[in-house]
T-cell receptor, first 113, second 110 residues
């Protein structure tokens, strides 16, 4: 069966510091991978999606970037965090296409102070 | 892009009551999912239902794609049903991910 992992689970970072959140998927090959952000406990916003290694599409201009160095690894990064980057970050995957059911990881709660 | 509206935004019920949550969307969809977000933030998949009706225990869902809405039914509510319920859709145009509604916050009181 497939599983999705995210770490760290929680993170408190000062403004201006770098960020690296990691997501890995097990039990599947060539998944579509996604990063979403949830602010203020309501509604998720798509940030990035990837259909393959080094193939990243951005949906929202922001202070963040994403990379996919391996088939089942997706990384969310920032060089300098802003207060507005605080939120709950969720990684998700689907098998091959977004037409298929999407599954989410446990999330990382980021607080920028 | 596609718009997703959920109603009601908040719902407070007594244990044992039944409830209906609604999701309206503005365009045709290729994927529609219902999720339950638990108190720890985890999104639990309830239904993958771009059309038709499905049931899983006390929960059932119906999507009428031609009329652009979906309903989630919860029967005999339990306190563990509390949390936020999200509807999310994929329309296949533009963004290649799910578009979420703002959710329905359900509180089941003992």
């Amino acid at each position: 069966s497939q599983t999705i992992h995210q770490w760290p689970a929680t993170l408190v970072q000062p403004v201006g510091s770098p960020l690296s959140l990691e997501c890995t998927v097990e039990g599947t090959s060539n998944p579509n991978l996604y990063w979403y952000r949830q602010a203020a406990g309501r509604g998720l916003q798509l940030l990035f999606y990837s259909i393959g290694i080094d193939q990243i599409s951005s949906e929202v201009p922001q202070n963040l970037s994403a990379s996919r160095p391996q088939d089942r690894q997706f990384i969310l990064s920032s060089k300098k965090l802003l207060l507005s980057d605080s939120g709950f970050y969720l990684c998700a995957w689907t098998e091959v296409s977004s037409y298929n059911e999407q599954f989410f990881g446990p999330g990382t709660r980021l607080t920028v102070l | 892009g596609i718009q997703v509206e959920q109603s009601p935004p908040d719902l407070i019920l007594q244990e044992g009551a039944n409830s209906t949550l609604r999701c309206n969307f503005s365009d045709s969809v290729n994927n529609l999912q219902w999720f339950h977000q638990n108190p720890w933030g985890q999104l639990i998949n309830l239904f993958y239902i771009p059309s038709g009706t499905k049931q899983n225990g006390r929960l059932s869902a119906t999507t009428v794609a031609t009329e652009r809405y979906s309903l989630l039914y919860i029967s005999s509510s339990q306190t563990t049903d509390s949390g936020v319920y999200f509807c999310a859709v994929y329309s296949g145009g533009g963004a290649d991910g799910l578009t979420f509604g703002k959710g329905t916050h359900l509180i089941i009181q003992p």
